[in-house]
């Protein structure tokens, strides 16, 4: 199968979820609520968060702009939960919110609603309304434009008493049904009546999901602080007639006339129209997918860094993360497997580094932040996906677990090998890193600290946690609604990192769905760098007479190339590349840094308790 498909088929069928709120609840004192809805879905028993809308202030029939869009499995149930807040500081924190109410449903319920799914808001226990929640639900049409706006209105209609107007812009797209969804929502420009809003651009998914004649509404609303929007006026159009169609003879529009259908009513034939729109800017812009970058010569090149902290458990023991079961893999293993077997093929030389941290090592049996797993301070690169499992394996012979938990170093040396790979437009590549870990990091400013600085270059961050942690601290990492902020005051320039527990994943016996949900953003975070330096694809390559093999991860069978010593004898050359029995126990007997006779009490370590 031809490597560059092989992520871009865990793309499936989306649907597009769009929200309004209607009747909430009032909350606030000396003014009205302002909500924003949060949706979950429900993986393994738990409900996960898939993402938040805008946060519309003093509303309590909102209409949000941004949208849920999520994979649509016709096989499963896929139960989802929208929950309403009350917003009252800038807090990621849902604590700190005042709650509206939730309703369960599932992503069936709204897709054969056809019009709209109305469900009544309660909070759980108690039975009275708290408000209703309207879902729409469309399948996303992939669309590889971009259309760039610069829109301003004249003589728009005043509506103040004591100013003029303060104007701001919606655009809604038409669905089958000729009912309007909200796609966007420029700023609000104070005491004007020829407002110039900020250029922007939008998806061409977004905008009319591929259909260049759908019908599209332009509504100009007056904000008012304390009370509801007033029209002022809306026009509607499609995209094809604001670009104009030359082989059809179609000039493109640059002017729509807003009407305000009570005001025209009311004036009859003296009514001209509320105010017109301009359109300076209205044009489509290709944007390159992931696969042309990588039928274009992409490499994707991997880099694993495995937690070797105490937290995980002495390993001689089957209560350990770290226990290698003769027949059954751990949860390190089972992340090395999944996702490295899926990246494996987009790079060519099959070299990638691999490290440890949290643990002594030897010689001088020092605790290190960073070490590479093959014991090669000069050269920590491994061959292959094969590879980086022996190289696990060998160093959890080598190493004695400690802590405490600390990404900062094995971020800088991960930016520092970025950076020694410079990318041009000729030589494209980009960086994965995947930290696979079992609790909460120790330096959580620090990390995010280099994680800013590594937004600017080409590399993305996918963390695994295993084991039973409480992981909650480690989403902050995941900014995907709240970018994250240096000590420097500097902001990440994009998203670069997911977060996914392993435990979700339990009950399946695939690695394929661990792997997509942790390499779901790495396509749309290749083309968004990409895109920030200018970079195009390059010409599609000749494919090569003879494909190279590509050395995948099969449970526990040695590669037979390592460019470091297995520790397997020659007699034992495929059996598990580690002792499986008493001698793995006699080993670690002498040097364990932590209690041995009933697994891990207390980190060897200083704690700040």
């Known amino acids: 199968r031809d490597p560059s498909e092989t992520m871009a088929s865990y793309a499936f069928s989306r649907v597009e979820l769009a929200v309004r709120c209607t009747g909430l609840v009032n909350l606030d004192r000396f003014s009205k609520s302002d909500p924003m809805c949060v949706l979950f879905s429900k993986k393994q028993g738990m409900w996960t968060e898939e993402g938040r809308t805008e946060v519309i202030r003093d509303n309590l029939n909102p ?39 939730e309703a369960e449903f599932s992503m069936a319920s709204v897709v054969v609603a056809g019009k709209e799914f109305v469900m009544n808001l309660t909070r759980p226990g108690h039975s009275s309304v708290r408000g209703k929640a309207h879902l729409t639900a469309e399948e996303v049409e992939e669309s590889k434009s971009d259309v760039e706006f610069l829109i301003r209105g004249s003589n728009l209609d005043k509506k103040d008493f ?45 905008l009319c999901n591929g259909d260049y004649d759908r019908p599209l509404k332009f509504t100009v609303w007056d904000w008012d602080k304390n009370d509801t929007p007033d029209l002022i006026g809306h026009a509607t159009s499609s995209l094809r007639a604001l670009l104009g169609d030359e082989k059809a003879g179609l000039d493109a529009v640059a002017a729509l006339e807003l009407i305000e259908p009570a005001i025209r009513a009311k004036k009859g034939r003296k009514y001209k129209n509320s105010g017109v729109l301009q359109f300076l800017k209205c044009k489509t812009i290709v944007v390159p997918t992931f696969m042309d970058f990588v039928r274009g010569g992409c490499a994707m090149s991997l880099m694993v860094a495995i937690d070797f902290t105490a937290s995980n458990g002495d390993p001689r023991l089957p209560s350990s993360l770290h226990y290698c079961h003769p027949y059954q893999p751990n949860e390190y293993v089972q992340a090395i497997q999944s996702v490295g077997n899926v990246l494996a093929p987009y790079d060519a030389d099959q070299r990638f580094p691999a490290w440890g941290f949290g643990a002594k090592v030897p010689p001088a049996h020092r605790v290190s932040h960073c070490f590479p797993l093959n014991c090669n301070p000069n050269s920590p690169e491994v061959y292959g996906a094969q590879g980086i499992m022996d190289a696990y394996l060998y160093s959890l012979g080598q190493v004695q677990l400690h802590g405490p938990t600390i990404f900062s170093q094995i971020l800088s040396s991960a930016v520092h090998h970025v950076r020694s790979n410079i990318v041009t437009q000729r030589n494209q590549q980009y960086h994965i890193l995947l930290i696979i870990t079992d609790g909460v990091i120790n330096d959580m400013q620090d990390a995010i600290d280099r994680i800013v600085e590594a937004s600017d270059i080409p590399l993305s961050i996918v963390i695994v946690g295993v084991g039973g942690a409480d992981f909650k601290m480690m989403h902050r990492l995941d900014a995907d609604d709240d970018p994250l902020r240096s000590r420097s005051g500097k902001v990440m320039s994009r998203d670069i990192v997911q977060f996914v527990p392993l435990r979700e994943f339990k009950s399946q016996t695939s690695a394929f769905s661990l792997a997509r949900e942790v390499l779901a953003e790495i396509p749309d975070q290749v083309t968004s760098f990409m895109k920030s330096k200018g970079f195009t694809p390059n010409p599609p390559r000749q494919a090569p007479s003879q494909q190279q093999p590509v050395s995948s991860a099969p449970p526990y069978q040695p590669s037979g190339y390592a460019p470091y010593p297995t520790a397997t004898p020659q007699h034992l050359q495929g059996q598990p590349p580690y002792p499986t029995s008493a001698p793995y126990a006699t080993a670690f007997a002498a040097s364990a840094p932590y209690p041995t006779a009933s697994g891990p009490s207390a980190p060897p370590y200083p704690t700040g308790q």
């Open 162 to 206: 004591f100013g003029k107007s303060d104007p701001y812009l919606e655009i809604s797209r038409g669905r089958e049904d000729n009912s309007f969804i909200l796609v966007f929502r420029t700023e609000v420009l104070k005491n004007t009546l020829n407002p110039r809003w900020k250029p922007f651009t939008i998806s061409g998914q977004k």
């Open 63 to 101: 209409k949000f702009a941004k949208t849920f869009v999520l994979p649509y499995h016709f096989e499963e149930e896929q139960p989802l939960k929208l929950g309403v807040y009350d917003v009252d500081s800038p807090s990621r924190d849902l604590k700190k919110h005042d709650f509206i109410g």
